[in-house]
């Protein structure tokens, strides 16, 4: 399959030179940029908004933005996202009263939309809005900070998402956000996933080429 997309997190860039880090991991190969907005309300970190969105786009960042909200109540912060220059917007389904509608209101919005799934969460809530879906996206270690562990318990999850999307027939990726490294990338894509967040593996490099040429090298085999 050669459909893979790489999505670095910039939760692991060097904040005081963003647009040069996005220009930096772009130049080194990647697809996405990963954009994670923590509130310190859904979850206990606080990062940046859709100022920091709109302010990529004015640098020249013309690659799709993948902004993973980790927020609660999320339907101002779509508007926002979208207005802002967003490319999808995915949010957790327990962060929303209303799952369906703010599915709508991404897709009414211009972006393409995706529900994302803590590590403990069964995905219940993907089944009835399958066709509002352009993304289902895992969490494969809990949200709010970067650098933990991949929970191997995320494999089986990818599994049944995969056999959801497949028997939907409909075009969903399937995303993984946590823990990724070039070691652990070929066993995810087995499991099913299209879509590889990877925030510290990459900013925590010097050379970010190297890491995502590896990374390429072991999604290949
Ligand atoms: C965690 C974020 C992730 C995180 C991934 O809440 O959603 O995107 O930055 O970072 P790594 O790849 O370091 O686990
Ligand atoms: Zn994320």
Redesign the pocket.
Known sequence: MSDYKIAP?I??ADFARLGEEVDAVLAAGADWV?F?VMDNHY?PNLTIGPMVCQALRKHGVEAPIDV?L?VEPVDDMIRMFADAGATYITFHPEASRHVDRSLQLIRSLGCKAGLVFNPAMGLDAAKYVMDKLDMILL?S?N??????KFIPSALDKLREARALIDASGLDIRLEI????TRDNIAEIAAAGADTF?????IFNADDYGEVIDAMRRNLAQ
């Open positions: 997190s939760l692991s990963h994670d979850v993973h980790m969490m270690v949200p709010g900070f970067g650098g933990q956000d946590g823990g990724v967040v990877a925030g510290s593996a």
